[in-house]
């Protein structure tokens, strides 16, 4: 079994931090599968709370492949920062690359309406 399905393998388990240890491997042992190294180790940093790691990775993947979930992600992260205004960028260019994907259209739309209310409180 090549690290990239180990690294899967303990994602599937619950086992965030053996994952990202495979998913490194998996990248020094063979770049094919860099994209998805780097976006699956993101999201076991996100399952662990580790935003700041996860956003750094997420950035890796996108610049080697742009996907909507990809940009979903980061958006995501930036949302649970408080970071309201890359959040709506990143789902904005999520839904882009998949306008069929309700869930971006939910998280812009809750955001805004965040960002709304706190205009009108401040005002």
Do not use: Q
């Not at 190294?37 to 997420?58: E, Q, R, T």
């Not at 789902?91 to 259209?105: G, Q, S, V, Y």
């Amino acid at each position: 079994m090549d690290y990239f399905s180990k690294a899967n393998v303990m994602y599937n388990s619950k086992d965030y931090e053996k994952a990202i240890t495979f998913y490194e491997k998996a990248l020094d042992e063979d770049s094919s599968n860099s994209a998805s190294c780097y976006y699956n180790s993101s999201v076991c940093h996100i399952k662990l709370k580790k935003y700041p790691d996860a956003i750094y990775l997420l950035k890796k993947a996108i610049r080697l492949r742009e996907e909507s979930k990809y940009y979903f992600n980061l958006a995501y992260c930036y949302a649970i920062l408080g970071n309201n205004k890359d959040a709506l960028y990143f789902f904005n260019k999520a839904w882009c690359l998949n306008e069929n994907d309700e869930d971006c259209e939910k998280a812009i739309n809750l955001l805004l309406k965040k960002e709304l209310d706190k205009t009108k409180k401040s005002s």
